[in-house]
């Protein structure tokens, strides 16, 4: 980075800080550190809300999806807006008539206490891991990329962010999370059009539709049955609705976020404006890892990305098998890029390109193949699954934008961790404070008490998240990897929320056995089938709903006859 | 939160809450105006049909720019 970039990555974290502590300053007792005193305007929410779903591991990691493997994963999306829809029409009333400060208080009211203190129990488990996981994503990336250390890049992020978070709470969070969406929005145009203006001269939108298409990069609806396949549209339509309908409705991350609006209808509002919106951003993240993959037609890539794993293949006693991938490598992509330049030439006369198409074709798919072989080398030399994908739009950073915007780039990867980090944060904080502390310790203690605990909490789990980042490791792709953990837990969660808010006759004994059957049957689906990860949340949701009123039925019968 | 500070404008989070049971039609603001809309339920539906417009569009992009089978 030059004096520049380092210049605006400064001006970043100033500006953040200083705007969030300045915007904290009409806070008011625990509920203005956790709920903004409920007079959030309904836009800024929408922004939090989606600032805080789209973390860093969203904008590296999906880029560097859609390099390797195309649109794809845009159809875990489709189904958001109607899951919103749902939220805003079933879920947001609940929530907003009780006054709450957690989702978890939710089912105090409506089950018991057990079924709270667990519920509310997972989450900390979950989002406590996927705090540090939000960490550690993009520290590690740019640690390997820029050349910093990872344990500074790390301490950076967490320091800055704990520390405005602990002073302004939710109001600090979510004025910098608009921020940070702003920022992020400008992010992800800036990368659209740079990369079109480093293509070669002469090179059009259609040449770029046509040079994705080959390879099938743009496919973004794949109609097949296949449970076992990830990314369908039925897996998007049914297993995103439930995960959407879980992240949103019941995480207290994102419900904390629609709590501090002044009305019904501003909590509405927020999430009718990420219906709207949240489909389009992923689409252009998604397309800024196609442009990467037709970019790299012209310009030859790494065999490997993470320039770090590379360096410990080249020291191995494998390093010899690693050069002639990386050869046999560079030769294709010679070759590739001629018959590129042959059929953006035949395309302009207005020639037959359909042999040149097919010789492209083949290169695309031998290179996917040793690209593949020369990651599976990698990670059986370092016994831990490559996670090169979380490495292809950094380096494409580094490499090719302009001085100043690679400052500003990187300090959008920095906004969008810690867009998510901060709402993490005080989101455990509140469920500890509220769900643990005040509930079962300390139930009639001061505001102040009870605003500095929660200052205490909000660092504690900072501090946590710092610890679980270190110690983070290999974990494959990141994104899938933070989705993993919560849909062991989401399905089953959203199942007891909508028997709380469906089933008139549900009870204690139905929720909290049904939850705990839930998340087994999802465990067992988990470890013995290759039932892919995005269903997991209707086989929790579905079986908490089915056992929770079967064993309703039964306690109320039991109850009958025990009565008479 | 329960205490003494700022006790009067903060629900407490214990037993005082009410919680609308299951089916409970909350509020008239169902039937409200929302902006251009008449009531919520044509915002809602113009969502869901906003979505299927949007599988649609993807499909219809899926198929016009898959140039591998050609």
Known sequence: ?564 | MAGPVGSSEVPPSGEERDVPEPGEVVGAAEEQGVGIFPSWKWLYLTVVLYAAVLVLLLYAFTVTLDFGAR
């Open chain 1, 1 to 564: 980075m030059t004096p520049l970039d380092w210049a605006i990555f400064a001006l970043y974290f100033a500006g953040v800080i200083g705007f969030a502590v300045w915007q904290s300053r009409k806070n008011v007792g625990v509920e203005g550190f956790f709920l903004a005193n409920r007079r959030m305007p309904w836009a800024a929410i929408g922004l939090s809300v989606m600032a805080t779903q789209a973390s860093a591991i969203t904008f590296i990691g999906t880029t560097g999806q859609a390099f390797d493997d195309g649109m794809e994963f845009i159809q875990v999306y489709l189904a958001l807006p109607v899951a919103m829809v749902v939220i805003c029409a079933v879920f947001i009333p609940f929530f907003y008539k009780a006054k709450l400060y957690t989702a978890y208080e939710y089912l105090e009211k409506r089950f018991d206490p057990r079924t709270r203190s667990l519920t509310a129990f997972l989450f900390l488990l979950s989002r406590g891991m996927g705090a540090g996981i939000i960490l550690y994503a993009p520290a590690i990336v740019l640690s390997v990329i820029l050349g910093w250390d990872e344990l500074f890049t790390i301490a950076i992020m967490a320091v800055v962010t704990i520390a405005y978070t602990t002073v302004g709470g939710i109001t600090a969070v979510i004025w910098t999370d608009v921020i940070q969406m702003v920022m992020m929005f400008g992010g992800i145009a800036a990368a659209v059009l740079i990369l079109f203006f480093e293509l070669p001269a002469g090179v059009g939108v259609g040449d770029v539709a046509y040079i994705g298409g080959i390879q099938r990069m743009w496919t973004a609806v794949d109609l097949s049955w296949d449970p076992t396949n990830t990314y369908t549209i039925w897996s998007g339509l049914f297993g995103g609705f439930f995960l959407a309908l879980a992240y949103f409705g019941t995480d207290q991350s994102q419900v904390q976020r629609y709590l501090t609006a002044s009305s019904l209808k501003d909590s509405r509002l927020a999430l009718i404006f990420n219906a709207f919106l949240k489909v389009p951003m992923q689409f252009f993240i998604l397309a800024i890892g196609v442009l990467l993959f037709v970019f790299y037609h012209f310009e030859r890539p790494p065999l490997v990305f993470n320039d770090a794993e590379v360096r410990v293949v080249a020291t191995s006693e494998r390093a010899a098998e690693y050069r002639e991938m990386e050869e046999e490598q560079a030769r294709l992509h010679g070759l590739r890029r001629e018959a590129t330049m042959e059929l953006l030439r035949v395309r302009e006369e207005g020639g037959e390109a359909g042999a040149i198409q097919r010789e492209i074709g083949g290169y695309d798919d031998r290179l996917a193949e040793i690209r593949s072989d020369a990651k599976a080398l990698v990670s059986e030399v370092r016994g831990a699954a490559s996670n090169d994908v979380n490495y292809v739009f950094p380096t494409y950073l580094v490499q090719y934008f302009p001085t100043g915007l690679v400052g500003l780039m990187i300090a959008v990867i920095f906004a969008a961790a810690m867009s998510s980090l901060d709402s993490e944060l005080t989101a455990l904080s509140s469920a500890t404070i509220v769900d643990f502390y005040e509930r079962w310790f300390r139930p009639d203690a001061s505001q102040d008490h009870y605003l500095f605990v929660s200052r205490i909490a909000t660092l504690g789990w900072g501090l946590y998240a710092f610890g679980v980042a270190l110690f983070a490791g290999q974990m494959g792709s990141l994104i899938e990897a933070v989705n993993q953990v919560g849909s062991f837990f989401y399905g089953s969660l959203l199942g007891v929320f909508l028997l709380g808010f469906l089933v008139k006759g549900a009870n204690g004994t139905g929720a909290f056995w049904g939850l705990l059957v839930g998340m087994a049957t999802v465990a067992t689906v988990a470890f013995t089938t290759d039932v892919s990860w995005l269903w997991y949340n209707v086989v929790g949701a579905s079986t908490v709903l089915v056992v929770g009123v079967a064993l309703s039925r039964l306690a109320a019968e039991g109850d009958v006859r025990a009565g008479s």
